[in-house]
C-alpha cells in the first residue's frame, strides 16, 4: 500500500518570498502524485498532477511540482507567495493501477505574513 | 454548470439522532468518494462507489452507511450518531475512463457536531 508524508505540519513565509512543500512517498512502482489545496471552509482544489513525463510539472495559481524518483519526493514549489495563497495543502499519491485511489497526507498549513 | 453539491454545510445534532449527508454532481461521474477530515489528520476514505449499486467500504473504519442510487447522488447516512462522529466529511467525484485515474472533485464539505 502505498503512504505519503508531509513532514511540516505548518509553514510560515512572508508574502513575496519564495516557497517550498515538502512531500515524500512510499510506493513499488511509479505513482500518480498530486497536490491539492484547500482553503478555509472549502473543498480540495487540485493544483498539478504527476502521470509520467516530463518530472517538472506546472499547476494552476503560478505553483510547480518536481518529481525525484532518487528521493521518492514531490515537493511542490512557488517563487513568489502572494497572501490570497494562504490555505492547506495536501499531497496525494495513487497507485497506477488497480483502484487507483489515492492516499493523502495530513497536509501542510501555510501562513502568509505581509 | 458542472459542480458537486453538498448540504447541510453545517449541521449540530444530539446523540443518538439519525443523519443524512448528502451528496449531488452533476458532472456525470461514475466513482463517488466520502472522506472524514479531522485538523492536522490526513483525509481517511470511509466509503466509495464505482457506479449505481456499487458500494464499498474505504481504509477506514465507519459506522456509516452510504447508498448510490441514483449516478449524481451519493447520500451518507449515520443511524445514531455520537460524538465521536464529529468531524468534517468531504464528498468527492470522478471520471471512470480509461486506464488512467482521473482527476477527483470535492465538495466544499459537512462539518458535523455531535452532542
Known amino acids: 500500500a502505498q503512504s505519503v508524508t508531509q513532514p511540516d505540519i505548518h509553514i510560515t513565509v512572508s508574502e513575496g518570498a519564495s516557497l517550498e512543500l515538502r512531500c515524500n512517498y512510499s510506493y513499488g512502482a511509479t505513482p500518480y502524485l498530486f497536490w491539492y489545496v484547500q482553503s478555509p471552509g472549502q473543498g480540495l482544489q487540485l493544483l498539478l498532477k504527476?502521470?509520467?513525463?516530463?518530472?517538472l510539472v506546472q499547476g494552476i495559481k503560478g505553483f510547480e511540482a518536481e518529481f525525484k524518483r532518487s528521493q521518492s519526493s514531490f515537493n511542490l514549489r512557488k517563487p513568489s507567495v502572494h497572501w490570497s495563497d494562504a490555505a492547506e495543502y495536501f499531497c496525494a499519491v495513487a497507485p497506477s493501477g488497480g483502484s487507483y485511489i489515492p492516499t493523502f497526507g495530513r497536509g501542510t498549513s501555510l501562513i502568509v505574513h505581509p | 454548470e458542472a459542480d458537486i453539491y453538498q448540504t447541510p454545510r453545517y449541521l449540530v445534532i444530539g446523540t443518538g439522532k439519525k443523519i443524512t449527508l448528502e451528496c449531488s454532481q452533476t458532472?456525470?461521474?461514475?466513482?463517488m468518494y466520502w472522506y472524514q477530515q479531522d485538523p492536522g489528520m490526513e483525509l481517511h476514505l470511509i466509503h466509495y462507489?464505482?457506479?449505481?449499486?456499487?458500494?464499498e467500504k474505504g481504509d477506514l473504519s465507519s459506522e456509516s452507511t452510504v447508498s448510490r442510487i441514483r449516478t449524481e447522488h451519493f447520500p451518507l447516512t449515520l443511524e445514531s450518531a455520537r460524538p465521536s462522529h464529529t468531524s468534517q466529511y468531504l464528498c468527492a467525484s470522478s471520471d471512470l475512463g480509461g486506464s488512467s485515474y482521473n482527476e477527483q472533485f470535492f465538495g466544499p464539505g459537512t462539518r458535523l457536531t455531535v452532542l
Open positions: 458532472m456525470g461521474h461514475d466513482k
Open positions: 504527476y502521470f509520467s513525463g516530463d518530472t
Open positions: 462507489s464505482y457506479g449505481v449499486n456499487s458500494t
